[in-house]
């Protein structure tokens, strides 16, 4: 068969396309890093092209509460919209047990119960498999409040699975008959949250000090059993334990490709309007005090230049664009040539701003050209206070 698996370069959607592979089929992968954007719908229709059928492993990426439902609904919309078009037979999302058990929950349950309406309503069949939190999910859970070798973590009740059994569960439901919602998948044994994280980041060397608490972004709402799965369970064979010994001896001997797809976090893929011949590519760090207003408007006419923020905000504007703010862990870029970068400035008062940039120069061109006062005054531009 040929199988779509959308999130193909995520935890789940990787091993689920890995599985399908080594069980003869072929796998069309599908993720942003890959020029497939759910999204905008960006080279979507060709992708879909002949496929039987879809597995939907996408997650959001980290942005606010609202924009969580509005990303999984777009995403979901547009990709039953192709399947549609397409002609696939069989759409398989991979949601999460309880979801309707719990009242609220986080942003990102409220976008998996919208996932799973617009499937319900759509035309093209379909099947839903609710898994249980995954092993790593306790230490993932705890990475996303960690500062400073502390992390708070709510002390839910999980009955986690192993990432390669609800993968190995995927593969086998996306080449059978659209089943509708299918029974809860979960692991064998009860867990509780912080002792996973604990035990997982012992195993990892990580030091971090963790705080069971029910005031974070998973709440009471997911307190008791609602988070662990219903009579008639599928129950997948692989311990906590046997993944934790499992996952640090794998960790040792990991094929090198395995490794590199693990280890990395795509951070910005884009096509810039030329890279000069025979560039020089320099790499600086620029530090900004709280507040800093940044370097005033300017050029970079030997090439296009690609940065990240290692600390605090940005205030970010190139011609053409709005001005955004651009924060720690985030990636930006601009096309260089004439086209003019506004701003850089610090969009904090309380804190520092430090970033890097990687710049393209063509021979014999400066690294920035400062724009004189008549340009400046006919763009009109007026610089903007760091909030
Ligand atoms: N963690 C748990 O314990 C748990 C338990 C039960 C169910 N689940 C569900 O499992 C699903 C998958 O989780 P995961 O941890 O495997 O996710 P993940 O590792 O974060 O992977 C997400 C994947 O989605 C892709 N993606 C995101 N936005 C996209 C877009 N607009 N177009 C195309 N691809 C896009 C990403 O690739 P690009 O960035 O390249 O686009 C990536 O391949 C989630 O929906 C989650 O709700 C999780």
């Given at each position: 068969?040929?199988?779509?698996?959308?999130?193909?370069?995520?935890?789940?959607?990787?091993?689920?396309?890995?599985?399908?592979?080594?069980a003869g089929h072929e796998v069309v992968p599908i993720?942003?890093?890959?020029?497939?954007?759910?999204?905008?719908?960006?080279?979507?229709?060709a992708a879909l092209k002949g496929v039987d059928a879809v597995v939907d492993a996408i997650s959001s990426p980290p942005v606010s509460s609202d924009e969580t439902l509005a990303y999984f609904g777009t995403a979901t919309r547009n990709l039953l919209a192709a399947e549609a078009r397409a002609g696939v037979r069989h759409h398989v999302l991979l949601s999460i047990v309880g979801l309707h058990r719990i009242i609220g929950g986080t942003a990102h349950y409220a976008g998996k119960r919208e996932q799973e309406r617009l499937i319900e309503e759509g035309r093209v069949p379909w099947t839903i498999v609710p898994a249980t939190q995954f092993?790593?999910?306790?230490?993932?859970?705890?990475?996303?409040?960690?500062?400073?070798?502390?992390?708070?973590?709510?002390?839910?009740?999980?009955?986690?699975?192993?990432?390669?059994?609800?993968?190995?569960?995927?593969?086998?439901?996306?080449?059978?008959?659209?089943?509708?919602?299918?029974?809860?998948?979960?692991?064998?044994?009860?867990?509780?949250?912080?002792?996973?994280?604990?035990?997982?980041?012992?195993?990892?060397?990580?030091?971090?000090?963790?705080?069971?608490t029910w005031s974070g972004p998973l709440d009471e709402s997911m307190a008791g059993n609602v988070l662990l799965p219903?009579?008639?369970?599928?129950?997948a064979p692989t311990t906590f334990d046997q993944w934790l010994a499992a996952g640090a001896r794998q960790e040792?001997?990991?094929?090198?490709?395995?490794?590199?797809?693990?280890?990395?976090t795509d951070l910005q893929s884009i096509t810039p309007p030329f890279i000069p011949a025979e560039a020089e590519v320099m790499t600086v760090r620029i530090d900004y005090p709280p507040g800093d207003p940044g370097i005033p408007?300017?050029?970079?006419?030997?090439?296009?230049?690609?940065?990240?923020?290692?600390?605090?905000?940005?205030?970010?504007?190139?011609?053409?664009?709005?001005?955004?703010?651009?924060?720690?862990?985030?990636?930006?870029?601009?096309?260089?040539?004439?086209?003019?970068?506004?701003?850089?400035?610090?969009?904090?008062?309380?804190s520092?701003?430090?970033?890097?940039?990687?710049?393209?120069?063509?021979?014999?061109?400066?690294?920035?050209?400062?724009?004189?006062?008549?340009?400046?005054?006919?763009?009109?531009?007026?610089?903007?206070?760091?909030?």
């Open positions: 068969m040929r199988i779509a698996v959308a999130g193909a370069t995520g935890n789940i959607g990787a091993r689920t396309a890995s599985f399908l592979e080594r993720s942003r890093s890959l020029g497939v954007d759910l999204i905008t719908g960006r080279g979507l229709d092993h790593d999910f306790g230490a993932l859970a705890g990475s996303w409040t960690e500062r400073d070798g502390v992390a708070t973590i709510a002390p839910l009740l999980v009955q986690p699975i192993a990432p390669d059994d609800i993968a190995q569960v995927l593969a086998e439901v996306a080449t059978g008959e659209p089943q509708g919602r299918y029974v809860d998948v979960a692991g064998p044994e009860p867990q509780d949250l912080v002792d996973m994280a604990r035990r997982t980041n012992d195993v990892l060397g990580r030091k971090v000090k963790l705080v069971p219903g009579e008639n369970a599928r129950i040792e001997a990991m094929d090198p490709h395995e490794k590199a797809k693990n280890t990395r408007p300017h050029r970079h006419p030997g090439g296009p230049c690609f940065g990240y923020i290692l600390e605090g905000e940005m205030v970010f504007e190139v011609q053409g664009e709005p001005p955004r703010v651009v924060k720690a862990g985030e990636a930006f870029w601009e096309p260089g040539g004439d086209a003019i970068h506004y701003q850089d400035a610090n969009n904090r008062t309380d520092p701003l430090r970033f890097v940039v990687t710049m393209l120069m063509a021979p014999g061109q400066p690294l920035l050209v400062f724009l004189d006062d008549d340009e400046l005054q006919q763009s009109g531009w007026v610089r903007r206070s760091p909030a």
